[in-house]
């Protein structure tokens, strides 16, 4: 029963640097999240994913980039780091998304320090 | 006006306590009510998902959705030191829309 699997879990960035975060769930579910939560300003969403192959904008998008290749996953990539996005980020899924009535299920997070 | 208030405390009560948590909100078009319990360094665990106005009770765990004051609570009764962590209420409209609005969350701690 892994549900949502996030990799990695602990990231420190130099600013400029690149990474992609990895997001696997198990469950068959179409729609797929990402949000980031920081102290004050509670849980954003920033991209998220109607089903394998599509991509769209959440809150606050600027800065990442999202790929939905396979269904099972769901990538983050910020191409140029900066310190604004030092938080920690969530993945999330849903069978047929919020907007069908479901709920959504996060994965433990990853916590990532750009310096 | 926020979207979602939620009183973010802490709130500290004594083992077998029962405890309210509460949210409010603007949005007349929220119709899916949730909360989730999220320890430390951890990823947010659904309690109780609810739609439009009523109760939902599932062990200890009570859900009230009053949607003509657009306010939200969530009783626990007999509370447990386990019991110790952040309470987020979200809600969303549903009709298509996957937006969810969360509350910043309220810190209990369930003492011995």
């Not at chain 1, 990231?11 to 696997?24: D, E, H, N, P, Y």
């Not at chain 1, 959440?58 to 800065?63: A, H, L, Q, S, T």
């Not at chain 1, 290749?69 to 998304?97: D, I």
């Amino acid at each position: 029963n892994a549900g949502v699997t996030q990799t990695p879990k602990f990231r420190v960035l130099k600013t400029g640097q690149s990474m992609t975060l990895l997001c696997a769930q198990d469950m068959n579910h179409e729609y797929m999240y990402w949000y980031r939560q920081d102290p004050g300003m509670g849980l954003r969403l920033i991209h998220y994913s109607v089903g394998e192959g599509t991509t769209a904008k959440g809150e606050v998008p600027d800065g990442y980039n999202v790929s939905r290749l396979k269904k099972q996953n769901f990538l983050l990539g910020l191409e140029s780091a900066a310190p604004s996005q030092t938080s920690v980020y969530f993945c999330a899924s849903s069978p047929r998304g919020l907007g069908s009535g479901n709920t959504i299920y996060f994965g433990e997070g990853s916590w990532l320090t750009v310096v | 006006q926020k979207e979602v208030e939620q009183d973010p405390g802490p709130l500290s009560v004594p083992e077998g306590a029962i405890v309210s948590l509460n949210c409010t909100y603007s949005n007349s078009a929220f119709q899916y009510f949730m909360w989730y319990r999220q320890y430390s360094r951890k990823g947010p665990e659904l309690l109780m998902y609810t739609y439009s106005s009523g109760n939902k009770e599932d062990g200890r765990f009570t859900a009230q959705v009053d949607k003509s004051s657009k306010y939200i609570s969530l009783f626990i009764r007999d509370s447990q030191p386990s019991d110790s962590a952040t309470y987020l209420c979200a809600m969303s409209a549903g009709g298509g829309s996957e937006k969810l609005v969360f509350g910043k969350g309220t810190k209990l701690t369930v003492n011995p």
